[in-house]
């Protein structure tokens, strides 16, 4: 395994935080919510996707620091910043975000929706009518669920789970049994949903929602008879949920993992979070109990979990509210009549999703599992959903008798429990299920056919930048390509080889390979790009990807620009470079896109020497990428399909001055300015390649 470069060897002031840098995505997201050109429920969405992002910044990044913090480790990253520190600072930009979040959730997002007759009908607003209903809703479908459970020494604090929401009850008075602990919690099952939309005809507005925690409120002394509630707080935690399996004690992943995940909704507190109406009694009481600072404490002005209104755009009717819908395109020459493996065969396909279908990949493989001539099938599989297409075509190749293999990662993240029973239902009918290299996440996007043709054997390939799952590819962007070229068919065949088997490494002819060559190639054609320029030549990188970090491939770029090689960056989560710093990189510009779609492209370009290079990965410039994980850097050979590449995946989101954003030297973003016309390429795309819905 190649080590990663020391982090002492560099300057620590050539480096921004990840996880500050992380955060300052979040705020680019929350300004998509806050921007009045995108459409009212989309708006919504993309306040909820804060919350849904910053869920999962607890759950592994914060709980990480606190981890170092715990062993007492004092070692700062690249960036110098030791976790003590760190976590000061997280808590404080966090802080800031959520109090942006709840105001402009309720200061403009509620009273906008309630404009167009989509209201959250608040509790001291409710009508009689309404009371009755809601009334009856709680004693029918939320009561009978519920145990109230009294605090005392027969009755210690329950077991809470990771993100669930919870209600700290203040009671006065002794009960049947005398008990007078005057504090009770109640678990709201996940079962139960948190938004609850109100019958039309006791409602003055089109879509009228009341949520759970205002049911909870309003009937909660319902629990507790004879009691007198004195108040009711919602609360929430949020937990360590990074799984850790011991590569020296484990014998059988796949045991390992389960007994992992059934302790996942049960680790370490992280981050508590409380509505602004909780006293400050109460927050001490949570506070202690889980063993949580000050700093760890988040008051909301509304329900702790904004996750849960991510479902309300999907409810209401209101195609105006929302973007408009459309058809993903298909490329010429892959007419669902046509035979796909000849089309294939005539020609490389590029497929630009979601602009494009997703549909072709599928065809592939439902064509390959009822074509005599398919012998055998690979696939690598990171995520692709519990209910895959593409998995029911492996099924029925397997049971057909052909030989079906399946590289499954049960490590990846939050969705270890889906690929668990994934590969059960696998290895059911047959399918060859193997689960990459111990310590490496296989992460490549990689499916093969071996086809018999004309009494020789012809590889096929579909390599992609993103993952097998087909919802996905209607919401991120990524490239797929179609090929059978004989020389990238036998680097394919040899990796999964690799990862199957075992024997040493060896060179492959096109890919780029991590943990092996990847990264040293990269680094390479960063540095023959910087000697072109030193020789007076030209020299020219532009770069795509969703997080630069790796601190040697940092260092190469800076050499690069004091070389006077001129520099794009497209990076559109956190990234550890400073850009535009004088004396060191000058010549780099780092800027990001957000919108619509999720970017999710990783693209590659070198000018070398005029041959240009360009380069499709599954791996962002990450230590992890680089180094632990089994990745793949494909060329994209035909110069046909080179030049959409640079048009759709570059330049045009190097044009972007609709949701582009710059990023200045101190880690900050700045909106691009609109000057003239204003280009948005995830626009431009869906207008050259995809239809009307």
Not at 24 to 47: G, H, I, S, Y
């Amino acid at each position: 395994m190649r080590q990663t470069p020391s982090k002492r060897d560099y300057p620590a002031d050539h480096f921004i935080n990840r996880e500050l840098s992380l955060l300052q995505f979040q705020r680019r997201v929350l300004a998509q919510a806050a921007d009045k050109r995108v459409p009212l429920l989309e708006r919504l969405r993309f306040l909820c996707i804060v919350s849904s992002n910053l869920d999962e910044f607890f759950e592994i990044r914060v709980s990480g620091i606190k981890e170092q913090i715990r062993l007492g480790s004092r070692s700062a990253g690249s960036d110098g910043i030791a976790p003590t520190e760190l976590l000061e600072r997280v808590s404080e930009e966090v802080h800031s975000i959520i109090a942006e979040q709840y105001s402009l959730l309720n200061d403009e997002i509620l009273p906008a929706l309630e404009r167009e007759g989509i209201t959250f009908v608040r509790r001291s607003l409710w009508a009689e009518a309404q009371s009755d209903w809601i009334r009856e809703y709680f004693r029918r479908e939320v009561s009978p669920v519920l145990t109230p459970i009294g605090l005392d020494p027969a009755h210690p604090f329950p077991r809470i789970l990771n993100k669930s929401l919870n209600f700290a009850i203040e009671l006065e008075g002794r009960d049947a049994f005398g008990r007078d602990s005057g504090v009770a919690i109640v678990q709201a099952p996940r079962a139960l949903p948190r938004v609850i939309r109100l019958p039309r005809d006791i409602c003055d507005h089109e879509y009228s929602f009341v949520f759970l925690s205002s049911i909870m409120h309003a009937h909660v002394e319902e629990l507790f008879s004879g009691m007198k509630v004195l108040d009711c707080y919602q609360f929430r935690v949020t937990r360590n949920s990074d799984l850790f399996v011991d590569e020296e004690e484990v014998k059988d992943l796949r045991a390992s993992l389960k007994g992992e995940l059934q302790q996942r909704h049960f680790g370490d507190a992280v981050r508590l979070e409380v509505a602004d109406t909780c006293s400050e009694q109460m927050e001490a009481f949570l506070l202690q109990h889980f063993k949580l600072a000050r700093r760890d404490l988040y008051k909301t002005p509304g329900i702790v979990n904004l996750v849960r209104l991510m479902q309300v755009p999907d409810w209401v009717a209101r195609p105006d509210l929302s973007y408009q819908p459309f058809l993903p395109g298909v490329p010429k020459g892959l007419d669902k009549k046509r035979d796909i493996f000849a089309a294939v065969r005539k020609q490389d396909v590029l497929l630009h999703h979601p602009f494009q279908s997703f549909s072709p990949v599928i065809q592939l493989l439902r064509s390959a599992a009822d074509d005599p001539q398919v012998l055998a099938i690979k696939m690598t599989v990171y995520r692709t959903g519990t209910d895959s297409v593409l998995m029911e075509h492996l099924a029925r190749a397997a049971q057909k008798g052909k030989e079906v293999t399946v590289v499954l990662e049960l490590m990846a993240r939050f969705d270890e429990e889906a690929n668990i029973t994934l590969a059960n239902r696998l290895e059911e009918v047959g399918v060859h299920v193997v689960y990459g290299v111990f310590g490496y996440k296989t992460h490549a996007k990689l499916l093969m056919f071996v086809r018999r043709e004309e009494g020789v054997l012809r590889h096929y390939v579909h390599m992609g930048t993103g993952n097998y799952h087909p919802r996905t590819t209607r919401f991120y962007t990524d490239f797929g390509l179609l090929t059978c070229n004989e020389e990238i068919g036998r680097d394919v065949a040899e990796l999964f080889k690799q990862i199957t088997g075992l024997g040493t490494a060896t060179n492959l002819t096109h890919l780029w390979q991590a943990p092996f060559t990847l990264q040293p190639n990269v680094v390479a054609a960063i540095n023959a790009e910087a000697e072109a320029a030193r020789a007076g030549r030209r020299g020219r990188i532009i770069a795509k990807m969703n997080a630069l970090l790796e601190p040697e491939t940092i260092e190469a770029l800076y050499a690069a620009s004091q070389a006077g090689v001129s520099i794009d960056l497209i990076v559109r989560g956190p990234c550890a470079l400073k850009p535009g710093v004088r004396g060191l990189s000058d010549n780099i510009r780092v800027r990001s896109i957000v919108g619509r779609f999720l970017e999710h492209h990783r693209i590659f370009f070198f000018h070398a020497e005029g041959e240009e290079k360009l380069y499709l990965s599954s791996a962002d410039w990450m230590d992890r990428n680089f180094f632990r994980r089994v990745e793949v850097a494909f060329p994209i050979l035909d110069p046909k399909l080179k030049r959409r590449v640079m048009r759709e995946g570059l330049r045009a989101y190097l044009a972007d001055n609709a949701l582009a954003w710059e990023m200045l030297s101190n880690g900050r973003y700045r909106r691009k300015t609109t000057r003239g016309v204003r280009r948005s390429a995830q626009d431009l795309l869906l207008t050259d390649l995809a239809g009307a819905g």
